[in-house]
């Protein structure tokens, strides 16, 4: 019994041992994955707040570009894909199919299945909910009833000043009496339509359904067999797809449906609203063109840019202000000196030029005669261009000249 016991007992002590060395092991393994979670957790918030800390890095402009998936609008069309795909958009208005009888229906859907029959090229169709916005009727109905509240106006002043010149009978008082209040009348019927439209246009749950069948034409339909330029390419790619949406059109109006094909302006806002669904109602498109926004993503120029430019465009106008400044401060001076009246100063030109005249030609003249006549034009100028004492010098020494000339022709005639 004693070896019994003692082996009983040293396999309880193995046992113990062994769980004690499973409990350490479980210890240390969870210890270790602890420490890696915590590397994990360290690693993914020192990502996040690199990534908090540099925006940039996750955005740029070639993103943007992939995401709206067009380059531009140009020529009623929406160019993809660097000017290799280009869009042409049709604008079709439904028709109320319920409605129809079954021969109108039988009429639409035949039309229609013809129009597939005849398609050889893929097309898309494409509708887009939209918010009934009313701003412009409402606008549209603010000005007309502008005038007719001054029309009103004015024939209210007229039928009074009539009814106090004029003897009037009573029948006639009661025709135009009748005329201002059909005024009155259609004034209070519009401005109730504009009250009912504005109360309609705040109601956001009001849609329409706009409906478009999108064409589409690639580059790469031109062949390879020639080189065209991306000019040659652009006008042949218009040129088709004008031919395919008319086509299209033609088409569906056997069915009663009517397409049109959309302006620039048409794809810009078909394209605002798809990128703007919750903003277009606020900010439409024809407030963000007024307003200088032709572009759906940022291009603005820096601001240290945009501040020198208006210091430079300041400094201009300063400058062009200082330059009037002056020449009218130049303008005054030479006035102040010349105290001449028109006449005076035109008199003293005309003389002036006489003498420049007289100067030219002296060679055909004797030398005494042309000194005189030029001290007698100088004498009679305002403010003559030789010094008065300079002119009696000149007249004297002319005259000492004479006088010997005519001396010596009396000599020699006496000899």
Known sequence: MSILGSQADMLIEVIIMLLAF?????????????????????SNSE??????SNPKANFNKADVLKFMEFDKIEDDMIIQDNGNKFVMVLKCQGVNYDLMSETEMLAVEEGFGNFLNTLKYPIQLYVQARSLNLE?????????????????????????????????TVKEKDAIDFEVKKKRILIEYGADIINYVEKMSMNKNILQRKYYV??????????????????????????????????????????GVEGQIMKSNELAEMLYIAYNKDDADVYNIHKAIENGFYRLYST?????????????????EQAVVEA??????????????????????LNDSAKAQAMQLILDNADQFDPAVVDIA???LNSQMKEPIIDVDQAEEMMKASTKIELAGETDDELKGGE
């Open 136 to 168: 412009e009727g409402i606008n549209v109905y603010r000005d007309r009833l502008e005038g007719l509240t001054e029309e009103y106006r004015k024939a209210e002043t007229a039928a009074y000043n009539m009814k106090k010149a004029n003897k009037l």
């Open 324 to 345: 009037e400044i002056a020449l009218k401060k130049a303008v005054d001076r030479l006035r102040s000196n010349n105290n001449l009246t028109y006449e005076e100063e």
């Open 47 to 52: 990502k996040e707040q690199g990534s908090k």
């Open 22 to 42: 499973a409990l350490g092991g479980i210890i240390v393994l969870l210890l270790l994955s602890g420490r890696g979670n915590a590397s994990r957790l360290e």
């Open 374 to 376: 030029l001290t007698d």
């Open 214 to 255: 999108v064409v589409s034409y690639y580059a790469a339909e031109l062949g390879l067999a020639t080189n065209f330029t991306k000019e040659e390419a652009h006008n042949l790619a218009y040129s088709e797809l004008y031919t395919r949406c008319r086509s299209i059109a033609g088409a569906l109006s056997s069915c």
């Open 300 to 316: 603005a120029q820096d601001v240290l840019e945009k501040k020198q430019i208006a210091i430079d465009n300041a400094v201009r």
